[in-house]
């Protein structure tokens, strides 16, 4: 099991960056294929990016490609997500997931373990 704790939300200008992390308990974390979804209010959760276990592969909802980069440390148990140019339709609640197997889903039911979310507000 691994439980996921995430940082670094915060309110933020539009065209401003921020970094989230996500901390991962248990030895087994490069194991699991991470991602990131976010919720807006009053939305479903959806899907912004996945990397595979290795860092190899790395996978993009289409709003967020060029504009943000997901990173793994498996030395550190930890995922990132670099969000560049941020809009304020980037506003929500931000979570990181992970599944115990190579995968490729992009939809919150391929997921076994989430973390509390983060909050991001994006001005304009």
């Known amino acids: 099991q691994v439980q996921l704790v995430e940082s670094g939300g915060g309110l933020v200008q539009a065209g401003g960056s921020l970094r989230l992390s996500c901390a991962a308990s248990?030895?087994?974390?490069?194991?699991?294929?991470m991602s990131w979804f976010r919720q807006a209010p009053g939305k479903e959760r959806e899907f912004v990016a996945r990397i595979s276990w290795s860092g190899g592969s790395t996978y993009y909802a289409d709003s967020v490609k060029g504009r943000f980069t997901i990173s793994r440390d498996n030395a550190k148990n930890t995922v990132y997500l670099q969000m560049n140019s941020l809009k304020p339709e980037d506003t929500a609640v931000y979570y990181c997931?992970?599944?115990?197997?190579?995968?490729?889903?992009?939809?919150?039911?391929?997921?076994?373990?989430w973390g509390q979310g983060t909050q991001v507000t994006v001005s304009s």
């Open positions: 248990g030895r087994t974390f490069s194991s699991y294929t």
């Open positions: 997931a992970a599944v115990r197997s190579a995968s490729y889903s992009v939809l919150p039911l391929g997921y076994d373990y």
